[in-house]
């Protein structure tokens, strides 16, 4: 009976909890419409989705959805019912909270994604009593994320005049007895050991007595994800980021000089690349591409390169040019020089008979 008496306790105070914030929120909720004991009560109480993530790396482009049924058996408790058909649900679309890569977002670890309403059907709610529904999300698909198994509940106090006075999540592990209404997903971590995302860092090196050092090359970088995906691209030398969007046709142009790097942030596993430098060996340039620590798909007189990748990974791209030794003079300069010298020589003997004759 104590424990009981504990459990009652509680979810009498969730609902005086509840009629007091709703009392509060008056000017801010739908109410009902029809009059007796059940004008004027607030209709509906907000779902609220949140989500983990990187720094750098945008949230995703995709929807959330929820789903509200009236609880099973194993949901229920002493005093507690299970609520009429329809007597919580989601008006149409309110079932879903829509994710969308935002800019402000992007130093942000956890982010709130939105938040969404339950509606109240009163009609439905015929006698006195505690009605309770589960509130589930369900599983997604977006690759990485790994979707909230919460199960919460959401109870419905109705008085003796059937009427509906206080409703709101609850949690008899809280002290208060009352749920928050929040459910997190994760974007970090993903499903398994491997992290959701990975970036790639692009490094620009320049060697050789000729290499130019001080210019800038020029890359076109394209990623192709989910739609409507992004990616955020930081530059090593403090050079304002850039914004890649997901496509197989367009791509973005990047520019790295000496010993610059862009970090491209927030690749999933099926997301693949393609970083093409423009006129990597023209102008004396050899151009060599080295993906990984290791060097591994290490080419020469390569300009382009593409795929995918399972963790961070470092391309770099070298472009050497060296100095051109003049071993063209003595064959384009031989001839004449050797006409000179010939001639010079005949104008002596020449001379010198002159000079004997003479005499």
């Known amino acids: 009976m104590k424990k009981n008496a504990g459990r009652l306790s509680k979810k009498l105070f969730a609902a005086m909890m509840a009629g007091t914030m709703m009392t509060a929120m008056i000017g801010a909720n739908v109410y009902a419409t029809g009059g007796g004991s059940t004008a004027n009560t607030p209709q509906n109480v907000t779902i609220t989705k949140k989500l983990n993530k990187k720094t750098n790396v945008y949230a995703p482009d995709t929807d959330f959805e929820f789903v509200i049924t009236p609880a099973g058996t194993e949901d229920l408790e002493d005093g507690v019912e299970a609520g009429p058909a329809n007597g919580a649900y989601f008006e149409s679309g309110k079932e879903k909270i829509s994710s969308e890569p935002k800019i402000d977002e992007i130093a942000q670890t956890n982010v709130t994604v939105g938040t969404t309403q339950i509606s109240i059907d009163t ?13 589930t999300e369900k599983s997604g698909t977006y690759e990485g994320i790994t979707y909230s198994t919460e ?7 109705v008085n003796n005049t059937a009427g509906v006075y206080a409703y709101t999540f609850t949690d008899d592990s809280d002290p208060t007895g009352k749920d928050d209404g929040v459910f997190t997903n994760d974007y970090v971590n993903g499903t398994g050991t491997d992290d959701a995302t990975h970036n790639i860092t692009l490094k620009k090196v320049v060697t050789g007595e000729q290499g130019n050092m001080t210019d800038d090359f020029t890359f076109k970088v394209k990623i192709h994800g989910a739609e409507g995906e992004k990616y955020y691209v930081v530059y090593s030398d403090g050079k304002a980021a850039v914004t890649l969007t997901s496509s197989e046709t367009t791509s973005t142009d990047i520019y790295l000089s000496n010993n610059e790097t862009a970090t491209i942030y927030g690749l999933s596993a099926s997301d693949t690349y393609t970083i093409e430098e423009v006129g990597g060996n023209e102008d004396g340039y050899t151009t060599t591409i080295a993906v990984g620590e290791n060097d591994e798909q290490k080419d020469t007189y390569r300009d382009t390169v593409f795929g995918t990748i399972s963790a961070d990974t470092n391309i770099t791209v070298t472009n050497t040019r060296e100095a ?20 010079g020589g005949m104008a002596v003997l020449f001379l010198r008979r002159r000079n004997r004759e003479d005499y």
Do not use: N, Q
């Open 123 to 135: 009609t439905k709610f015929t006698k006195p009593g505690e009605y309770r529904y589960v509130v």
């Open 151 to 157: 199960k919460k509940y959401f109870d419905v106090f």
């Open 324 to 343: 051109s030794a003049p071993t063209g003079i003595a064959m384009t300069y031989g001839p004449y020089a050797l006409m000179v010298a010939l001639a």
